[in-house]
């Protein structure tokens, strides 16, 4: 189990985000974000998980906070596979250490920035076959979907919200849509928005994904 920060709700936690962090970052990246949710969501917990420090491919070989190994950002699914597993497990044990708290499966959220976005899309959809409440997906890519690859009909259920910059350069736009594009063809309720942003979050994108929980929690 990677280190996680918690931060409780106000009230008694009914519902749970996870929030994966991006590349190189941590899990303090996204906690003044989830403070700022958690001013509207005052029953939801969230879980900022802090991914292991390994070498980087891409950035060579530097040592650093990394889900899984990047060997090269074209084609897509040029990463470390076993490490992409085992981060995608480290998830499925905090989902499963949620719903053992009493915080039901349907209410519990993956979210997750770039290489963290990533592993929540293997996670909850091509390893996790129970409900979730949704999926955000930020400025990320799907490095494990594929042609071959055919949903559930439980994980056809699992709402998404994919959110991205139209000026990224270091995750493309495009790479992006081709992931919202394979959910959307699988017949996944995606919802895809863009932002005049590079690889980064904005105040604006913020507020539409705490509107968006809103309406999924309510």
């Keep these: 189990m990677p280190e996680t920060l918690i931060l409780e709700s106000t ?3 009914d519902a749970c985000v996870i929030w994966l962090h991006g590349l190189g970052a941590d899990r303090f990246d996204f906690q003044p974000v989830a403070t700022q949710l958690q ?5 939801t917990r969230f879980i900022l998980p802090q991914a292991p420090s390994r070498p980087v491919t891409i950035s060579g070989g530097y ?3 990394s889900w899984y190994d990047i060997l090269a950002m074209t084609p897509a699914q040029a990463i470390d596979t076993d490490q992409m597993e085992a981060s995608a497990q480290s998830v ?3 989902i499963e250490q949620q719903r053992n708290s009493g915080i039901n499966p349907a209410r519990i959220f993956l979210a997750g920035f770039s ?4 592993v929540v899309l293997h996670c909850a959809f091509r390893r996790w ?3 979730l409440g949704g999926v955000l997906a930020l400025s990320t890519y799907g490095p494990t979907f594929s042609d071959s690859v055919s949903l559930s009909d439980t994980q056809r259920a699992i709402p998404t919200y994919c959110l991205h910059g139209t000026s990224d350069d270091v995750v493309l736009p495009e790479m992006g849509r081709a992931a919202r594009e394979f959910l959307s063809s699988q017949g996944v309720n995606v919802t895809w928005k863009e932002y005049p942003m590079a690889h980064e979050v904005l105040a604006e994108e913020i507020f539409d994904i705490g509107r968006w929980l809103l309406d999924h929690l309510s």
């Design 11 to 13: 009230l008694s936690a």
């Design 39 to 43: 001013r509207s969501l005052t029953s």
């Design 63 to 65: 040592v650093m906070p």
């Design 92 to 94: 499925l044990d905090l």
């Design 115 to 118: 290489q963290g976005g990533a």
């Design 129 to 131: 076959q129970g409900p």
